[in-house]
Every structure is written in C-alpha cells, then in structure tokens.
C-alpha cells in the first residue's frame, strides 16, 4: 500500500525559513516523479514543485521560483521541501503527491501545516 | 500558465439527481491532459478522472469525465450522499506547469 506522510509544518514569522519532510513508502519511490502541493486556509488547490525520480530535473511554481528547493533522499525514501523567504501568503496545507503519470496525483499524503505570521 | 475556471462554484442537488461540473481552460489542453479529484472536509484530494475521461481505480462508474480542447465536464449519474464535496479539475499538459481549477463544491439540497 502507498503511504505518504509529511511532517515539519509549523508557525514561523515572515523572513524565516522551514524544512518539510515526507516519507514514502510501499512503492519504488526513485521511480515516481514527487510533488508538492498546498491549499491556503479555505481555498483551492495550488501546485508548488516537483521532482524527477532521479532528482535531475525540478519544476516550480513562478510564485516559489528562488524561495522553495524541492529534494530527496532515495536512502531513506524521504522528499523535501526547503523553504525560505517565508511569506504571509505561503500559509497552507502542504502535501507530498506521488505523480502516477506526468502530472496525475495518484497518492497524497495527509497534509502539513504552515502558519506564517507575526 | 493556463487557467482552469470551474463552474458554477456552488452546486445544490438531491441525492439520486444528476450532477454536471464544468471546467473551462484559458487555452486548450494538450492531449486533454485533464484530472477531476474529489476532496472531503479535512482530507486530502482523490483522484476521480483523468486524461479527461479514464476512471481512477477503484472509482465507481456513475463518475464519468467528458470533453476536449478548452471545455469538460465531470458528471455524476446518480449522486449518493457520500459524492457530496469540492470537486477541482486539473490540467498537467503544459510545459509552463501544472494548474487546478478553483473548486465547485457541491451540497445537499
């Protein structure tokens, strides 16, 4: 069975920065491209980034673009999300989504919290 | 980047009644490359439809995706009460990156 399972979301303030973590299991993950996704409080769906199997190639939202780095481990079967520069408007839910096929979201995860204020 | 707008936002039916959600795009989809997920209060999207018409595994036939170009449509024959939630349409055919639709949440009348 495919589980996914972030971590790491939690309240920081404008400027500062936060590492999110989720971890994979039930399938081969160098074999899937990986992406995240997040939903502001009440409002719909946004794609951030996503990453090649091999971790070669990685695509960001204009928005993210200089800010987020996406990344993983194979090792430990983990992919990340390194943001910095946090804003008021990166406050969301944070999901880790396995691309079945290019850009088809088969498997998500449950979702991490990012609160950002002062 | 394209924009997917979805309409109407708020759909009222009964169960047992038929359900058309529309998904209109800036500029055609290649290859129809499009997905509708579901998502239920506090929990994460599931994946209905996708390459416009293919059924996920394990989805139930009275969902069924339509459509082409820039106009499609997710139906659902004969809505049960557990098909109430925010439906969002989603397209992954352009270079310039993946975009979702803003929602069509759809409630008990």
């Known amino acids: 069975e495919v589980q996914l399972v972030e971590s790491g979301g939690d309240l920081v303030q404008p400027g500062e920065s936060l590492r999110l973590s989720c971890a994979a299991s039930g399938f081969a993950f160098s074999s899937y491209w990986m992406s995240w996704v997040r939903q502001a409080p009440g409002k719909g769906l946004e794609w951030v980034a996503k990453?090649?199997?091999?971790?070669?190639?990685?695509y960001y939202v204009d928005s993210v673009k200089g800010r987020f780095t996406i990344s993983r481990d194979t090792a430990k079967n983990s992919l990340y999300l390194q943001m910095s520069s946090l804003r008021a408007d990166d406050t969301a839910v944070y999901y880790c989504a396995r691309e079945w096929e290019s850009g088809i979201f088969d498997s998500w995860g449950q979702g991490t919290l990012v609160t950002v204020s002062s | 980047e394209i924009v997917l707008t979805q309409s109407p936002a708020t759909l009222s039916l009964s169960p047992g009644e038929r359900a058309s959600l529309s998904c209109g795009a800036s500029q055609s989809v290649s290859n129809s490359y499009l997905a509708w997920y579901q998502q239920k209060p506090g929990l994460a999207p599931r994946l209905l439809i996708y390459d416009a018409f293919k059924r996920a595994t394990g989805i139930p036939d009275r969902f069924s995706g339509s459509g082409s170009g820039t106009d499609f449509t997710l139906t659902i024959s004969r809505l049960e009460p557990e098909d109430f939630a925010v439906y969002y349409c989603?397209?992954?055919?352009?270079?310039?990156?993946?975009?979702f639709g803003q929602g069509t949440r759809l409630e008990i009348k």
């Open positions: 989603q397209q992954y055919g352009s270079s310039l990156g993946i975009t």
């Open positions: 990453e090649k199997g091999d971790g070669r190639e990685k």
